[in-house]
């Protein structure tokens, strides 16, 4: 059974551009969350999707955005980049909220804004 | 504000003996635990789990432990080995179906 995939692996960007990433689910899973990782701050919730819906939200600015697809697929984007957003994006899904089950993650998009 | 908190940014463990990471919570609400490890360059994997309602859970070499009165949640390698060198995270999900997660505790067996 095929694991959470994310593109692009790595990405490099300079300040002021925009970036989509994207994420395609374990099948079956209709569950999907985005996190930013840095160094020394773990994981940062940023978004869940289900049923092409946001669900939840972390604090993040509106810059942060995201959606999901009819297929569970879901791409997350972000625009006017900054030194700042340097970091680790990883999705996860699980097959559906609410439910005492573990997320599973893909290996995530490096990001880094020159 | 961080929800979830793991206080030892490292540990090292001889080859054999027992590993025990620990991670702290603040928020009442928390219904869903779990242990996530990660090695460079790829995703955190999912370790082992517990409901609010247990106090413990075991799989194999891991064992979770929860003490929900002092809001502590640790994690127990038996016996460790050097393929568990990796960073561990410690996670909480509340009632609204979102996750917070630790900092991280890198661990490092020795052979």
């Known amino acids: 059974k095929a694991g959470v995939t994310q593109t692009p692996r790595y990405l490099i960007k300079t300040r002021g551009q925009q970036v989509t990433l994207s994420c395609s689910p374990i099948s079956g899973h209709r569950s999907v969350s985005w996190y930013q990782q840095t160094p020394g701050q773990g994981l940062q919730f940023l978004f869940e999707y289900f049923s092409e819906t946001q669900r939840n939200k972390g604090n993040f600015p509106g810059r942060f955005s995201g959606r999901q697809f009819s297929n569970s697929r879901s791409e997350m984007n972000v625009s006017t980049l900054e030194l700042g957003d340097s970091a680790l994006y990883l999705c996860a899904s699980s097959l559906v909220p609410g439910a005492d089950q573990p997320q599973h993650f893909g290996d995530g998009t490096r990001l880094s804004i020159l | 504000d961080q929800q979830v908190k793991q206080n030892s940014p490292s540990l090292s463990v001889q080859e054999g003996r027992i590993s025990i990471l620990n991670c702290d919570y603040t928020n009442s609400m928390f219904d869903y635990f779990l242990w996530y490890k990660k090695y460079p360059a790829e995703g955190p994997t999912f370790l082992i789990s517990?409901?609010?309602?247990?106090d413990k859970n075991e799989d194999g070499r891991f064992t979770v432990f929860l003490n929900k009165s002092a809001k502590h949640l640790s994690l127990h390698i038996v016996p460790s080995q050097p393929g568990d060198s990796a960073v561990y995270f410690c996670a909480a999900k509340n009632n609204f179906n979102k996750f917070y997660f630790g900092s991280g505790t890198k661990l490092n067996v020795k052979p």
């Open positions: 517990i409901s609010s309602i247990k």
